[in-house]
Nanobody, 124 residues
């Protein structure tokens, strides 16, 4: 069992930055592919970024490439999402996710654990 707790959301002006953190419980964090998803009002949940167990394989959605950076610290059981050059369309609830398969499986529905989410609001 893995519990995921996100933090770092908030209100920021367009062009600003935020850093999200996701702290995981349990001793098997390093076994899981981790990812960040988001869900905007009235829209489906979408995968933003994923990172492999070692951190060597990373995926970004086209909408965030060049602006967002995902990273993980297995010693701290934590995954991060650095978000720069934020836009109003980045406004959403951001969820941390863990999966026991690969990156493709994670971003196409193979999520074993979800966090409860943290709200990011970008004002124009």
């Amino acid at each position: 069992q893995v519990q995921l707790v996100e933090s770092g959301g908030g209100l920021v002006q367009a062009g600003g930055s935020l850093r999200l953190s996701c702290a995981a419980s349990g001793r098997t964090f390093s076994y899981y592919v981790m990812g960040w998803f988001r869900q905007a009002p009235g829209k489906e949940r979408e995968c933003v970024a994923t990172i492999s167990t070692s951190g060597g394989n990373i995926y970004y959605a086209d909408s965030v490439k060049g602006r967002f950076t995902i990273s993980r610290d297995n010693a701290k059981n934590t995954v991060y999402l650095q978000m720069n050059s934020l836009k109003p369309e980045d406004t959403a609830v951001y969820y941390c996710a863990a999966g026991g398969g690969g990156s493709y499986q994670l971003r196409t529905g193979g999520v074993d654990y979800w966090g409860k989410g943290t709200l990011v609001t970008v004002s124009s």
